[in-house]
């Protein structure tokens, strides 16, 4: 078995209610062990014998369940601690400093379009699956036009701050 913290995309936002006692349910029913979760923003951590396979899995079964889709991104605690690590820029705030958790690589190409964007004081870069970000003013009053600049990078993402990086690697240590 193998520790993941697996990140689902956009929960408990815009109707997309999906309360984490029935995360934890579906979990447990796909075969994961040692199953828990963070607030109520889709953060679970999971024991599982195939991480690809348990994601999609994941994906399918909250689909039919909930009737929405979404994308499952998972992490070794390994994976979260070098993220976290790597983050290029300086922390004023912690939670106006966030990880994207990427579902692939983006491409040189999709990357050099995200870059046309303005982003005045807010920074951002991607380093291998993550994209950092660092909002000059936090997440609710961003001067860039983030969206814009994830829908350029052309794969799925899920943001988490970086108090919420490290509580998921301490609940991953401890």
Request: glycine share 8%.
């Amino acid at each position: 078995m193998t520790r993941r913290v697996v990140l689902l995309r956009a929960v408990n936002v815009g109707g997309a209610k999906l309360p984490m006692a029935e995360l934890r349910e579906v979990a447990e029913g796909l075969g994961a062990r040692d199953v828990s979760t963070y607030i109520a923003s889709g953060n679970l951590l999971v024991d599982v014998e195939d991480p690809a396979a348990f994601d999609r899995a994941l994906e399918q079964a909250v689909e039919e369940r909930f009737g929405f889709f979404r994308e499952a991104i998972s992490r070794s605690p390994a994976e979260l601690r070098a993220a976290l690590e790597a983050h290029p820029f300086e922390v004023v705030e912690k939670r106006f400093s966030y990880v994207t958790f990427l579902a692939a690589e983006p491409t040189a190409a999709a990357i050099a379009k995200a870059r046309t964007f303005e982003t005045r004081d807010d920074r951002w870069e991607v380093i291998g699956r993550e994209l950092h970000i660092r909002y000059a003013d936090g997440a609710g009053r961003p001067q860039m036009k983030d969206a814009s600049i994830g829908r350029a990078l052309a794969v799925p993402g899920t943001a988490r701050n970086l108090n919420t990086v490290e509580k998921l690697i301490g609940l991953t240590e401890g």
